[in-house]
């Protein structure tokens, strides 16, 4: 299957750390006819709005990486807000994407779907087989309902239109990093840049520092995204996971970044704070044997990030655009 470079393709969620990779990355392939709008222009859990939005621009591709996400923090504080916003959104676009005869859509899920004491690495065929990690709970149910509706609608039209895949912890240019509402790569980037410009003496970070997880650049999901719209996924059995294969204790991610940055000074570890699931490492087999995987390391990322983060500090302003 080949994907024509003025295909209409609409990236739900394109200011975001995600959908700002997929512009990136479309665009460096030479696709011409981005459909993007604001949230401030369309709020997508809004049902009636998102139809006229699919019948006004009629994309013929779509990747859904509009969301509510944040860290542990949001998650324990606004659980209602997280499993109806992103209920509504992922209901609403695949409707309208259905309705309207997108051909293939992306739904993002997350490695917090899968059960908190799950054997390491998950698999996909270990999805609801255990209770997901109490304090991302209400974002995991959403989630998994997110995937079993792209799975439902695939088996009931008799074709592989809705792809749900399932990335481990994003991070890149354009990730969120507020202390209070970002993830764990990105409020340490900041909270080591900060403390290496005031020559703090110690940073004190949440938990043991014990928990393992995985990062997978963003350009990366981004890559992958672009494989799985152009490319025959007849064989591509779903949902399908997509990590770097390797995963990190949080304290070696903190070395690692205070090293980057310049900090000096020493890490102090908060036990009294949660520490969340103890491993996320992804089984990525499903999409390697169908032949793509990550190409960043973590130190080339984090070195990007940096970069990014050192010299980016407002947000770009944009409006619709139906290029
Ligand atoms: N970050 C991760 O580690 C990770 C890992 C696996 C899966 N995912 C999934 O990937 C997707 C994207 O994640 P991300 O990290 O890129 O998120 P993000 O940086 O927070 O971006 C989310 C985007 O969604 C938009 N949005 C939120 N609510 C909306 C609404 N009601 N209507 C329209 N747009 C709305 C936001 O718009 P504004 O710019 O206006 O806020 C933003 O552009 C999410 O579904 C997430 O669950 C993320």
């Known amino acids: 299957m080949n994907m024509p470079t003025e295909t209409p393709i609409y990236i739900a969620g394109h200011r975001g750390l995600i959908g700002s990779a997929l512009v990136r990355r479309l665009t460096a392939a ?8 604001d949230r401030s222009a369309l709020d997508l859990t809004d049902a009636s709005a998102t139809n006229a939005f699919f019948a006004e621009t009629r994309p013929e591709y779509v990747v859904l990486a509009a969301g509510r996400v944040g860290g542990i923090v949001e998650n324990q504080q606004f659980p209602a807000d997280f499993i109806t916003s992103n209920l509504a959104i992922q209901l609403n676009v695949v409707q309208a994407a259905r309705r309207h005869g997108v051909r293939r859509l992306i739904l993002l899920g997350s490695s917090c779907m899968y059960p908190r004491e799950c054997p390491q690495p ?34 009931q039209d008799g074709e592989q239109c809705f792809i749900p895949l399932i990335p481990n912890s994003a991070y890149g240019p354009h990730d969120n990093f507020d202390l209070g509402s970002g993830h764990v ?18 940073v004190t970070l949440w ?19 672009l494989q799985l719209l152009s490319r025959d996924i007849s064989k591509l059995e779903l949902p399908v996971n997509l990590g770097s294969g390797v995963d990190y204790s949080i304290a070696e991610l903190a070395g690692k970044i205070a090293g980057f940055v ?23 087999s499903r999409l390697r044997d169908w032949g793509w995987q990550a190409a960043t390391g973590l130190d080339a990322g984090l070195h990007e990030t940096i970069a990014w983060y050192r010299s980016n500090h407002v947000q770009e302003e944009q409006a619709c655009t139906h290029q």
């Open 122 to 155: 998950m698999k996909e065929n270990t999805l609801l087989s255990g209770q997901p990690e109490p304090t991302s709970l209400a974002y995991a149910i959403a989630k998994l309902a997110g995937v079993q509706l792209c799975l439902a609608c695939n088996l």
């Open 262 to 284: 310049g900090y000096t000074g020493n890490v102090v570890w908060d036990s009294s704070k949660p520490d969340g699931a103890p491993q996320k490492l992804l089984d990525s």
């Open 185 to 202: 790569l990105a409020s340490l980037i900041r909270r080591f840049v900060e403390a290496a410009q005031q020559g703090a003496p110690s």
């Open 207 to 225: 938990g043991s520092g014990r928990p393992r997880r995985e990062f997978v650049f963003a350009d990366d999901i981004a890559d992958a995204c």
């Open 30 to 37: 030479g696709h011409r006819h981005l459909i993007t709008c």
